[in-house]
Antibody, heavy 119, light 110 residues
């Protein structure tokens, strides 16, 4: 079964750090671009970051650039998002998603992990 | 900053047809933006409906179709059903590896 499972979410104070993980199974993780997408409570989806299959190329949304770092360990089939200098507005459900290339969708998605940043 | 705009809400009668659109403030949406459409019900992860402008995802009924209409990406739902009532999101590649979601359209079927 193709599956992505996120973990690492929780409650953190403003200015703090958190590391999210996303473990893949059932597909060739090391061949796919991986993305993080977030959704604040009651709000829409927001693209956060992406990483190339070999981890050599990364891209970030302006809202997280310089604070978040995406990286991966293909030997462990795991994607990470290191989040530093967290702000209240980073509060959201964080989803990881796989994408083969530009012509394919974000699919599959994980079930999400909730990050809550308190003031 | 690139902004992707969708209708915040739309209403359609059961059995009717509705077209939701996806617009870019920086110019026209084309197939080069690889538009994707997602359906999301409350508490659930997004479900892929359409990708690469007009390719229907596996298992998606042919009531759902994607296209470029004028200068926007479009999702058309024909024969609307009660369980089509949920949120719809488009996402496009805006360049340099960056993707941008629209704000979503809340569809009501009544």
């Amino acid at each position: 079964e193709v599956q992505l499972v996120e973990s690492g979410g929780g409650l953190v104070q403003s200015g703090g750090s958190l590391r999210l993980s996303c473990t893949a199974s059932g597909f060739r993780f090391s061949s796919n671009w991986m993305h993080w997408v977030r959704q604040a409570p009651g709000k829409g989806l927001v693209w956060v970051s992406r990483i190339s299959p070999d981890g050599s190329s990364t891209t970030y949304a302006d809202s997280v650039k310089g604070r978040f770092t995406i990286f991966r360990d293909n030997a462990k089939n795991t994607l990470y998002l290191q989040m530093n200098s967290l702000r209240v507005e980073d509060t959201a459900m964080y989803y990881c998603a796989s994408k083969s290339d530009y012509t394919y969708p974000f699919d599959p998605w994980g079930q999400g992990t909730l990050v809550t940043v308190s003031s | 900053q690139t902004v992707v705009t969708q209708e915040p809400s739309f209403s359609v009668s059961p059995g009717g047809t509705v077209t939701l659109t996806c617009d870019l403030n920086s110019g026209s949406v084309s197939s080069s933006h690889y538009p994707i459409w997602y359906q999301q019900t409350p508490g659930q992860t997004p479900r892929t409906l359409i990708y690469n402008t007009n390719t229907r995802s596996s298992g998606v009924p042919d009531r759902f179709s994607g296209s470029i209409l004028g200068n926007k990406a479009a999702l058309t739902i024909t024969g609307a059903q009660a369980d089509d009532e949920c949120d719809y999101y488009c996402v496009v590649h805006v360049g340099s590896g960056i993707w941008a979601f629209g704000g979503g359209t809340k569809l009501t079927v009544l």
